[in-house]
């Protein structure tokens, strides 16, 4: 018989842990089936584009980091390589909203920390004080003790409280819909930790690592970008990131994968017949025998589908929560804004008086998202310790996005359609401790539940790299026979 791989959870995670297995057991010639659980009539998970009247509007996520290589090598393979889009150089300046206005974000910030002097200098996001004070960035000495930090710690005391709290905190906790005096260093922002390490200040370690990144003879991780491509930071792909998912689903239907959607795992127990190490039981009833089971679903999922097991594994699983976030896209004539859009958007810190976390122009950064003379705008709402807006409907989440714009912009917004997209408890909260407790959850589970591996945004990494990254990972974990 050949081995009988069940992965639960249909998101880019499992998509792709579905993808390598298969990959996998053509590569070292063994017998595979692989059977895909999703509970949703789609597939992708938070990955969602929507194509209509001209426009590509992304529900989830709308690009992803270049410098991390895992889903440029998966778009090649699965030949979107041509269909790769760069931002729009022209849309490179970002805004905060303070002090009842939009503020530009200094030139030369790199994950927030400043590496040119006059437009720290120059910037009205920051006190005097704190501009002093972060300064001393520079010549304070390195941490002694070892270990995890609070993200908002380090940064506050690197370079200060207000630092932390009113300029690196809502670019970099904003992007975990997180508390920057929660969220772990050391499982969102590594590099900062070890910048300190090898450089003693984080100004001084970023410079280094800017010099790095110029120099021609820099070792290269990934494949190499098309000229056009080059210089941007992020990218996504001309008809939506959900063109990632529709390839991905047609290789896994030529590849012979078993796709169940609109069914859902309810247990998994050890089986002791047939030789399956594990029994998958649905949501209709069925059954499925396993040697092995890919759990690529959120942890809270994760500790009910093993609960009885393990109670400290269980309570592990449990206590990584999310945060309910939301987004409203709007689409409406350029002609009726008075003053064109300029940049990519803005962030609002919290106390800033607004409900909305963050609003992208969208079509500005990615013009190929509306038709020749429209604008295709995004809010964000949401953020940890704020989830009111899970109580509005979409009518009303769109009158508090729409009144937090008009006052921003000074004009009333008309939209031609607007669109909400809700995503429940899908932002993970890393907590300061986060991978050493990770670490202590994947060793209790090989020892209770040998061949069962844990892989998703909410373990090592929220991006869709990161995902792809821990879905062949967990591909290549299984034991195959």
Known sequence: M?????????????????????????????????????????????????????FVIEQGPDSFLSRKPETLLLARELGLEEQLVGLNPDAARSYMYRNGRLQPLPEGLSMGIPTRVLPFLGTGLLSYRAKARAALDLVLPRRTALGDEPLGGLIGRRMGREVADGLVGPILAGIYAGDVHKLSTAATFPQLLSLESRHRSLILGMLASKRRLKSPVRCRTGPELVPRLRGSLFLTFSSGLGALVERLTEELVRQGTVIRQETSAWAISPAGESGSAYRVTLSDGAELHADA???????????????????????????????????????????????PLRGSGFVAPRGSGLRITACTWTSVKWPHTAPPGKLLLRAYLGHAGDETHCGLGDDALTAVVLEDLGRILGEELRPDFSVVSRHPAAMPQYECGHLERLHGLESELLSQWPNIVLAGKSYRGTGMPDCIRQGMDAAEKIRLR
């Open 2 to 54: 050949p081995n009988h791989i069940v992965v639960i959870g249909g998101g880019i995670t499992g998509l792709t842990a579905a993808y390598e297995l298969n990959k996998r057991a053509a590569r070292e010639n063994r017998p595979l089936r692989v059977t895909l659980i999703e509970r949703e009539p789609r597939l992708g998970g938070v990955v969602r584009t929507l194509r209509q009247d001209g």
């Open 293 to 339: 089971v890919i759990l690529a679903v959120p942890a809270h999922t994760a500790a009910m589908l093993l609960k009885g097991r393990s109670r400290s594994l269980n309570r592990c699983l449990a206590s990584i929560q999310g945060v309910s976030v939301a987004n409203v896209a709007l689409g409406l004539a350029g002609r009726r804004l008075r003053a």
